[in-house]
């Protein structure tokens, strides 16, 4: 549990530094989706508090998952951009995982809408963010499209592909929450 609590801490510090002050303070603040999936899975390893578990869970599995898959990194591996950016996923992962399988944690159907309201509330709270941060940020990549390859692409062009974001973290969630839904269904 501490080695993943220090990963995250370390990872996010790197992040800052990188990002926020060699390149520019606005584009360093740790204000990304997998961010907040970060900062909530150590909440929740720190105070086992369930509803940051669940946050962590959807948007951690989905968000670090996507972004593993397909990172939006100038360079590939072995450029330390890569490396820290697969690391600093892949802690949010170890971290839920961690939940699951040590403290025997795991989501429930009504926790679905629940991690969906707290995500569309912040929606709204990061488009303010993006706004009044002005060019060139672009938390949760609501201004723009992320570079690279990835789910994006197949998007409508912005500002309307925040409605295909929004429908997109819908499914997903519950695409998550099927392994669960099967299993219970299972044992009734």
Aim: net charge neutral.
């Amino acid at each position: 549990m501490y080695f993943i609590i220090s990963l995250i801490i370390i990872n996010q510090g790197m992040d800052f530094y990188i990002e926020g002050f060699l390149d520019q303070l606005k584009l360093g603040l740790p204000l990304h989706l997998c961010d907040f999936s970060s900062f909530s899975i150590l909440i929740y390893l720190l105070t086992k508090k369930r509803d940051f578990f669940i946050f962590a869970f959807f948007f951690g599995i989905a968000g670090a998952g996507m972004a593993i898959l397909t990172p939006d990194t100038e360079y590939g591996f072995p450029a330390v951009a890569y490396i820290q950016h697969q690391i600093g996923h892949t802690a949010i992962i170890l971290g839920v995982s961690y939940a699951i399988v040590i403290d025997n944690q795991r989501p429930y159907i009504r926790d679905v809408s629940k991690a969906l309201l707290y995500a569309t509330f912040l929606l709204f709270v990061m488009y303010g963010v993006n706004y009044l941060l002005g060019p060139p940020a672009n938390y949760w990549f609501i201004v723009e499209k992320p570079f690279g390859q990835n789910i994006y692409a197949f998007m409508r062009p912005e500002p309307f592909h925040v409605f295909d974001i929004w429908l997109l973290a819908i499914v997903v969630c519950y695409l998550i929450y099927l392994p669960y839904y099967l299993k219970d269904r299972k044992l009734k």
